[in-house]
């Protein structure tokens, strides 16, 4: 089985403050990895994946991931926040090793960035 | 804008009353999907359709019933609803079902 979790409901952070989002899995094979964002009333949209290779991925919006095989994370990253970057995020997995060939999600963190 | 259109973007219905949440995709894309998303629960896969033929039932009670005429559409019909079935509907896309997935604005269902 593949889940995925995302321990905080809400992290909040100044403007021009690096941010943390953070998030854990649990696959029996290799993981598929995704980072998605929800602006209001909108749908989610991609952020940034990683499969193989270097452990640190870089997305949109100056967004990055890195990949912790040991301790199962992939934390979501940006060096400088913006208030605009206020939203929902959303960790996602998929087991490489069998299974669904679909991503489970977590529930979503939701980035409040203070000016 | 995803390539992705749901209507309506907003619903309220009764417990009585048959609706349909319509999504069409405009990508080329061949497997479509519907996800309920509630307030502080992970996103809550529900069906999922690969060049038209469902693949995924993820044990959605029968008060909803998907329809894929073409890989274009995506259909979920609504009947006998009750008040947790509350919650935004997202339709998603994808190229193959392994890829990322690209999402609609979603349907704000009410059930009163």
């Known amino acids: 089985a593949q889940s995925v979790a995302q321990p905080e409901d809400q992290v909040n952070v100044a403007e021009g403050n690096p941010l943390t989002v953070k998030c854990t899995y649990s696959v029996s094979g290799n993981p598929y990895l995704f980072w998605y964002v929800q602006y209001p009333n909108r749908g989610l949209q991609f952020l940034l994946k990683y499969i193989t290779g270097d452990n640190l991925v870089k997305g949109s919006y100056g967004f990055e991931a890195e990949f912790n095989k040991s301790q199962t994370s992939f934390h979501l990253k940006k060096p400088s926040a913006l208030v605009s970057d206020s939203a929902l995020y959303f960790c996602a997995v998929r087991d490489m090793g069998g299974g669904s060939y679909i991503p489970t999600f977590g529930r979503g963190t939701s980035l409040i960035v203070h000016p | 804008e995803t390539g992705v259109t749901q209507t309506p973007r907003h619903l309220v219905m009764g417990m009585t009353n048959k609706k349909s949440l319509k999504c069409e995709q405009h990508?080329?894309?061949?497997?479509m999907y519907w996800y309920k998303q509630s307030a502080k629960k992970p996103l809550e896969l529900m069906f999922v359709y690969n060049f038209k033929e469902q693949t995924e039932n993820n044990s959605v009670p029968s008060r909803f019933s998907p329809e894929c005429p073409n890989s274009s559409h995506l259909f979920l019909h609504l009947h006998t609803l009750q008040p947790e079935d509350s919650a935004l509907y997202l339709c998603a896309s994808s190229q193959e079902t392994s890829e990322k997935l690209f999402f609609g604005s979603g349907t704000q269902l009410s059930v009163l």
């Open positions: 990508l080329g894309h061949n497997a």
